[in-house]
Structure formats: structure tokens, C-alpha cells
């Protein structure tokens, strides 16, 4: 008795340290830990060891091979400019030996070693990649935003359902305990019926115009754009700053609006907005990135919800010159009796009493992930959906997607999500951007 009592206080003394240096409610973290504690034990060979290879050699694609490691072995690296995958070879080198250097996706997939893909392309590749490795029957971690489009998002959850591979999208934040806490506590309506969800996203780049260069000796350009439209090099195009570029992704608005998107999906838990429309603050930079840099979007479901995404200068995410004084980016949540705000940092509440009580017996419950590489590769194991699956990744993308659209033709629009398409004014016009010309060859047929 008297031990129980020494390790059931030394549990709560736990408790309260992880609750000091978390800033998470003290009832939350007994919660976590308790439930770790009862986890059965995983069994762990090295026979367990899937092979991993990582496709997109940047500094987001080594990180998660890297991560992924903990859990297999990455025996390949792929990637368009040999500068790059000679480095992430060099940083997964285990005990001196290097994986192997591709630079045509396509052959990795042919390995039959590998059973698991880390996609770390730049956006507008990520999908014919994911094609490629569920027709091959690899289980995938793809980067967000999932897709370019809402159209090859509905192809990927085919291909995937069809194919039964594991695919995690890489919204990491569904595996933080701050955010999952947030979304919880708004589905058990702790802050009374929800109004409206406030989304700041950072501004983006406002620069240019840029100028054409030499290719360089390691990079081989016309595959880096694959089903891009053909054009001359542009450093400014390319490595990390891409995301800046409607050809190869879509701007703040699906780089973290993939993140804080997928968080307001989360907790409002319906399937899309009815209706979108927006603002476009500030024009690019003609010949410089073609984002929008600051917007605002506007969204509606037909329960009467909101969803307003601002973009704010608060925060130096990209290395920009901001000015301090706005909203850091993060999440709120607007309620009938409060709100809650959450950001990779910080939760808090309209009254931190709406945060210390536990939530009851029979609350709503959402899908509980500690680490979101090793929940993808339990999956791989267990063959059940990961926390963000292929559908999930689909959907979050294309909130994202909806107000780039809207941005791009200035209108406000109406959706409707079970036919994926636009309806009513301006649809026509809208559907347009809805899926895209790929180059031959970089086109379906590429992954056939
Ligand atoms: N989850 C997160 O928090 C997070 C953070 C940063 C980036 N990301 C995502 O990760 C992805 C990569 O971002 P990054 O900043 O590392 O980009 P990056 O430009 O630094 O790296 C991308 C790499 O992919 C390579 N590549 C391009 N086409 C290829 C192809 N067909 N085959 C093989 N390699 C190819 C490029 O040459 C480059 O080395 C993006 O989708 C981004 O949105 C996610």
C-alpha cells in the first residue's frame, strides 16, 4: 500500500512538472501519461526495421528521414539536384554506410527493400510521386500541402484506397498535444456552441522581379519543374522559396494554412465550407513571386460557422522584415461562453477556468497520436489509417486550395464538397483551377 502511495504521489509530482514546462492542464497530462503507462509494450526486431527511402532531399524531407530512422532503416535518397541527395546521404549515413543516391523516383520505387517512402518534393510533385508509390504498394509519409490541386487530391484517395497502402500526411500538428487539446475541448463545446475559428497565417514573400541564371552543373532543371510549365531557371523558383510560386504551390495560404487549416478542420469536424470569398491586401512584386503575400479569406458552412484566415507580418517564419505589434500566427476559436487560442506554443482561454476542469466520462474523444512518424509507421504495421490518412490530407489541402481560388479570381464562390466542384456563380471560371495542365511528360502517365 504504502509503495503504491509513493509511486502514485512521485506519478502526480510528474504530472505537475510536465503540466509546469508543457503549459498543458495538469488533469490533461495525467491523462496522457496515464494512458502511456497502460500501452501495452511494442515488441521490436530488427526484422521489424522497415526500408525507408526518402524522395525530396531538402531540409523538411531529410529531417523526416531522419525521424524515420528511429523506427527502420533509410537504404535510399532521391533527388533531381545531386547536390542535394549527396548531403542527406551524407546526414542518414549510419555507421559509415550511405544509402544509395537515385535521381530518378521511379527506379526507387522499382526496390523491392523498400517498403516505405518519405516524400520531401517540393508540391507540385508530391502527387504523381504518391501515385507512383501506391501503384508500386509503398506505404507513404507525404509533406504537406498534400496536392497542387483539389483534382489530384480525389486521384490520390483512389489510388490509395484502391492500392490499400498506408499514407500520413505530414500536418504534424495533429500529433501535438496543444492542438488535439484545443480541438477537443471545442468539440465538448467548453467554450459553448462555436461561432467562428480565426485563423493568422504569416505573410508571405513580397519580392522581385527576379532574374534568369545558368542552370547549375547539379541540378537538373526540366525534371525539378516536371509538370510545371516550361521556364528558364530562376534560383528564386527553385529550392525553398518555390512555395512562393502558383506553379509550385500556393503560397502562406496552403504552406501553413496546411497546418492551422487542418487544425480549424479538425475541431469544427465538417467536411468543407459552403461558401468562400477574399481580399487580396497587397499585389505581387510583376516578375517577382506570384502568391499573394496579405489577404484575407472568408468562409461559411452551412451551420452558420465561420472561418476567417488573416495573414499576419508578426512573425519572421521566412526570414522577411516584419514589423512586431499584430497577431503571432496561431489559431482562435470563438464561442457562445469564451474562446480558446492555440498555437505551436501557447494555449490559452477567455478564462483559464475553461481550461483546468477535465473533460468527462463520455466526452468526444479525437484520434490520440504522440509523434506522427511513429504513428505512420504503427500503421505500416497495424494496416489501420493513420491519424492524418489520405483523406484527411486531402481535404485540409483543398480548404487551403478554395481560397487560393478564390484570391486568383477575386470571386466569392460556392462549393460543393460532394462533387468537389464549384456551383452557381462565377463556377465556371472557378472550376478552372480546380485540377491543371500537366507537361508531357510529367503527366499521369508518368507513374502508369
Ligand atoms: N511539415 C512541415 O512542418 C513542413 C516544413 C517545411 C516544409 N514542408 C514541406 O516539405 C516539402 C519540401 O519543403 P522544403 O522546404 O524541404 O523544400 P526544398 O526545396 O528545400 O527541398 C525539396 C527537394 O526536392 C527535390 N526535388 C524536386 N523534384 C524532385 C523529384 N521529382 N524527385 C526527387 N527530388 C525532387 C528538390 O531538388 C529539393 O532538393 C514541401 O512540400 C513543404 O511544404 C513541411
Redesign the pocket.
Known amino acids: 500500500m504504502k509503495s503504491f502511495q509513493v509511486s502514485r504521489r512521485s506519478f502526480l509530482q510528474r504530472c505537475s512538472i510536465v503540466a509546469a514546462t508543457t503549459g498543458l492542464p495538469t488533469w490533461w497530462v495525467e491523462r496522457q501519461l496515464t494512458a502511456a503507462e497502460q500501452a501495452p509494450q511494442k515488441a521490436t526486431s530488427p526484422n521489424d526495421r522497415p526500408g525507408v527511402a526518402l524522395?525530396?532531399?531538402?531540409?523538411?524531407?531529410t529531417r523526416g528521414a531522419q525521424n524515420a530512422a528511429n523506427w527502420g532503416e533509410v537504404i535510399a535518397v532521391?533527388?533531381?539536384?545531386s547536390k542535394?541527395a549527396a548531403n542527406a546521404a551524407e546526414k542518414l549515413a549510419v555507421e559509415g554506410r550511405k544509402p544509395a543516391v537515385y535521381?530518378d523516383?521511379r527506379r526507387v520505387l522499382e526496390r523491392s527493400d523498400v517498403h516505405v517512402i518519405v516524400n520531401?518534393?517540393?508540391?507540385h510533385?508530391?502527387t504523381l510521386?504518391n501515385l507512383g508509390a501506391a501503384r508500386a504498394k509503398k506505404d507513404v509519409y507525404s509533406?504537406?500541402?498534400l496536392t497542387l490541386t483539389i483534382d489530384e487530391g480525389r486521384r490520390l484517395v483512389r489510388a490509395v484506397r484502391q492500392s490499400g497502402v498506408i499514407l500520413q500526411t505530414?500536418?504534424?500538428q495533429r500529433s501535438s498535444q496543444r492542438f488535439r487539446l484545443a480541438c477537443e475541448l471545442v468539440r465538448n463545446e467548453r467554450i459553448g456552441r462555436l461561432k467562428e475559428a480565426k485563423v493568422w497565417l504569416p505573410a508571405g514573400l513580397r519580392e522581385g522581379p527576379f532574374a534568369t541564371s545558368p542552370v547549375p552543373a547539379n541540378?537538373d532543371w526540366d525534371?525539378?519543374l516536371?509538370p510545371a510549365p516550361k521556364v528558364d531557371y530562376v534560383k528564386e523558383r527553385?529550392?525553398?522559396t518555390?512555395?512562393f510560386w502558383y506553379d509550385y504551390?500556393g503560397g502562406t495560404m496552403t504552406?501553413w494554412g496546411?497546418?492551422h487549416n487542418d487544425i480549424a478542420y479538425w475541431a469544427i469536424g465538417l467536411l468543407a465550407p459552403r461558401t468562400v470569398e477574399s481580399r487580396v491586401l497587397v499585389q505581387p512584386i510583376p516578375g517577382g513571386y506570384d502568391t499573394f503575400s496579405e489577404y484575407e479569406v472568408k468562409y461559411a458552412y452551412e451551420n452558420g460557422i465561420r472561418l476567417n484566415i488573416s495573414t499576419t507580418k508578426d512573425d519572421s517564419i521566412y526570414g522577411a522584415k516584419v514589423n512586431a505589434g499584430g497577431q503571432r500566427n496561431g489559431i482562435r476559436f470563438e464561442g457562445t461562453d469564451g474562446w480558446i487560442w492555440v498555437n505551436r506554443d501557447q494555449l490559452q482561454a477567455s478564462d483559464p477556468a475553461l481550461l483546468k476542469a477535465p473533460l468527462p466520462e463520455g466526452a468526444v474523444r479525437l484520434y490520440e497520436s504522440k509523434n506522427h512518424m511513429e504513428n505512420f509507421l504503427d500503421c505500416v504495421k497495424s494496416r489501420q489509417a493513420p491519424i492524418c490518412d489520405v483523406e484527411t490530407g486531402h481535404r485540409s489541402a483543398t480548404m487551403c486550395h478554395l481560397g487560393a481560388i478564390s484570391m486568383r479570381t477575386g470571386r466569392k464562390l460556392t462549393w460543393d464538397s460532394q462533387q468537389e466542384r464549384f456551383v452557381g456563380e462565377f463556377a465556371a471560371e472557378a472550376n478552372r483551377y480546380v485540377a491543371r495542365e500537366m507537361r508531357a511528360p510529367y503527366d499521369y502517365s508518368f507513374v502508369a
Open positions: 524522395i525530396g532531399c531538402g531540409s523538411q524531407g532521391c533527388d533531381v539536384d542535394q535521381s523516383f520531401g518534393t517540393p508540391d510533385w508530391h510521386i509533406e504537406k500541402p505530414g500536418t504534424q541540378l525534371t525539378w516536371g527553385c529550392h525553398k518555390f512555395r504551390s504552406d496546411a497546418h
